[in-house]
């Protein structure tokens, strides 16, 4: 990480484009736009999730998943018990 702010310092102080910067650091100007932009994100100079957020949203969507096939799961059961039930 401590390669990338390096990096975003680079092309905000150099004066420099950012292909430049790009080329003089041996990456891709498309992943040195990306860390800009992340790190802009994180420090509230751009709309957007910070990385805290970000993780709570995949956290949450993970969880959300489980709970709708556990749902789905019991809906299945209880339609089950309900037909074995008219059965007897």
């Known amino acids: 990480m401590d ?3 390096e990096a975003v310092r680079l092309l905000r102080e150099s004066g420099k484009s950012l292909k430049e910067v790009a080329e003089d650091l041996g990456v891709s100007t498309n992943a040195l736009r990306e860390w800009a932009k992340r790190l802009e994100t994180e420090a509230g100079l751009r709309p957007g999730l910070k990385k805290d957020e970000r993780e709570e949203l995949k956290r949450l969507r993970r969880e959300n998943k489980i709970l709708r096939e556990e749902r789905e799961i019991l809906r299945k059961a209880a339609v089950f ?8």
């Open 81 to 88: 018990f309900a037909e074995e039930t008219n059965r007897k």
């Open 3 to 5: 390669f990338k702010i």
